[in-house]
């Protein structure tokens, strides 16, 4: 029988450190939305580059914005390229899971705004935002003038399942599929333009966190395979840079190198 030498364990245990510390400080060096990051991914699809990617789904009748940046400031620059590409009075906001950078600028949308979030994501956000707002307040003293005063509002439609929202000219359905990197994540695809908004279920060339104990490796991959049928022709990630539809296998392929050298580094070996 053979234990994992604890040179081994280390080597995995400071690799993934470092990867962590890697992300933390690519997190902390583009805080800030800009409207200069603007790009039009298809007919229908922008999205603002930064971190994160912030979709904003454009119709005849309405809007449908995708996460909101982190605070106020990042969420009233969200509002003003809304402005310039909005055709239709109608618009729509939702979160594709309830960590800071993607729900705390709110506040910066107007009251007409429809507010639509998962009744799962809902409870997450209840119970853990103030504790993941704290944290990063830490990383920086920007992140901490960026969070001052973030006010939540309440949701105007709680979604359980699934939805599809027409907005005039192109529709985009809401889905959850499970568990991945958080108990709530929410996935949109608008099915005219073949574009799919995945959270960070899906990302590019970054590292997938699995924050708390609702993400296991298991249940990202089994969410990856539901998720692939659809064949997506664009993907714009939450985090990293914007792809085709390749991107949701190179997400498996990571998810599964880094399953297998755990498993083996696990696995019992006779002398």
Not at 93 to 108: C, D, F, I, V
Not at 119 to 132: G, I, K
Not at 202 to 228: C, H, N, R, Y
Not at 252 to 264: D, H, S
Request: aromatic content about 4%.
């Amino acid at each position: 029988m053979r234990i994992p030498r604890n040179g081994e364990v280390a080597g995995l245990a400071a690799a993934v450190c470092l990867i962590f510390a890697c992300v933390a400080r690519a997190q902390l060096a583009q805080p800030l939305v800009s409207e200069q990051t603007l790009k039009q991914v298809s007919e229908h699809v922008y999205a603002l580059v930064g971190f994160p990617n912030i979709g904003i789904v454009v119709g005849n009748r309405g809007t449908l914005v995708i996460d909101t940046g982190l605070g106020t400031r990042n969420g009233a620059t969200v509002m003003r390229a809304v402005e310039k590409l909005a055709k239709g009075q109608n618009l729509y906001l939702t979160t594709t899971h309830y960590h800071s950078e993607h729900t705390t600028g709110e506040q910066a949308f107007p009251p007409h705004t429809v507010l639509i979030r998962p009744v799962v994501q809902q409870e997450e956000l209840n119970q853990r935002l103030p504790q993941h707002m704290a944290r990063f307040r830490e990383m920086s003293q920007q992140n901490k003038d960026l969070l001052q005063d973030v006010k939540l509002r309440t949701p105007d439609i709680l979604l359980d399942g699934e939805m599809k929202l027409d907005l005039g000219g192109v529709s985009a359905r809401l889905f959850c599929l499970g568990a991945a990197h958080t108990k709530g994540d929410m996935l949109v695809f608008v099915e005219e333009d073949s574009v799919l908004i995945p959270g960070d279920i899906v990302q590019s060339k970054l590292f997938p966190i699995m924050p708390d104990g609702e993400a296991t490796m298991k249940g990202w991959l089994a969410v990856l395979d539901k998720v692939e049928p659809l064949k997506p022709r664009l993907i714009v990630p939450d985090h990293g840079e914007l792809g085709d539809g390749s991107l949701i296998a190179k997400q498996r392929a990571m998810l599964q190198e880094l399953q297998g050298r755990a498993l083996e580094l696990k696995k019992p070996e006779c002398c």
